[in-house]
């Protein structure tokens, strides 16, 4: 599995890291991804109403969308014969 994060989580990411507590990236995000699941069991989290999603997916800058846009492409597989 990969996943694409927008610029400024891979900043924190990267300074995560430095702390010296994790050892990789990957190892931050499974640690991210219990948190999540802890917090889901604890509080009987429900998913948001479409409209909140709505919402928040609107309040998202220009900017983040097009970088997340750049991520999207750059970590797509090549088309068929572009490697050709």
Known sequence: M????AMPQKKLLQRLLKSGRW???SE????????????????????CP????????RRISKEDL????????ASAPPAPGELA
Do not use: C, H, W
Not at 50 to 57: Q, T
């Open 23 to 25: 050892n990789s990236e």
């Open 2 to 5: 990969s996943a694409t994060v």
């Open 28 to 47: 931050i995000v499974r640690y991210g991804i219990e948190l999540v699941r802890r917090e889901i069991e604890k509080t009987r989290f429900s998913p």
């Open 66 to 73: 097009q970088e997340d846009a750049r991520m999207g492409r």
């Open 50 to 57: 479409e409209s909140e999603l709505a919402e928040a997916y």
